[in-house]
């Protein structure tokens, strides 16, 4: 199973979501990539995730053309608001989602208000992405029974 999960900068949002599908399940390859990749990572996503026990400072950000060549069974965008394009993927996809979050780079305010909007959209992100796993991936990979379905 392959995932490839896309935005703008790839630097936030999309680095979240990619941290916690991994977590999900290790067998999974999850990648993620921007339209125009930042080439760095958000620090309040980084610093969101670590506090949920989940390390993505080691993520790389990555353009979008990188993945092009590959067959991908999922790509996922999560770009959210009304004034921001998602990325269009022209790739080989089985399946194209979209799970749209708030930007929680572009939060003003005080740092404790900026950081409550990284927790927030994480949380959001960790709720979507693991409902995107239990009823996409997770539904694949459960045997079919052979009862007619009374097991």
């Known amino acids: 199973m392959k995932v490839l999960i896309l935005c703008t900068g790839n630097s936030c949002r999309s680095q979240m979501a990619h941290g916690f599908l991994q977590s999900f399940d290790k067998n999974i390859t999850v990648c993620s990539a921007g339209t125009q990749a930042s080439g760095k990572l958000n620090a309040g996503a980084v610093k969101a995730m670590a506090e949920v026990g989940i390390d993505i400072s080691h993520h790389t950000s990555d353009p979008v053309e990188k993945y092009l060549g590959e067959e991908w069974d999922y790509v996922i965008t999560v770009c ?53 796993y239990i009823t996409q991936i997770r539904k694949q990979e459960l045997p079919s029974c052979s009862c007619g379905g009374t097991c």
């Not at 749209?100 to 959001?124: K, L, N, Q, Y």
């Open 80 to 132: 959210g608001g009304a004034n921001e394009n998602c990325p269009m993927f022209i790739g080989k996809v089985n399946h194209r989602l979209h799970i749209g979050f708030d930007d929680p780079s572009h939060a003003t305010g005080t740092p404790e208000f900026i950081e409550s909007e990284f927790r927030r959209v994480r949380d959001e992100i960790k709720k979507g992405f693991q409902e995107f």
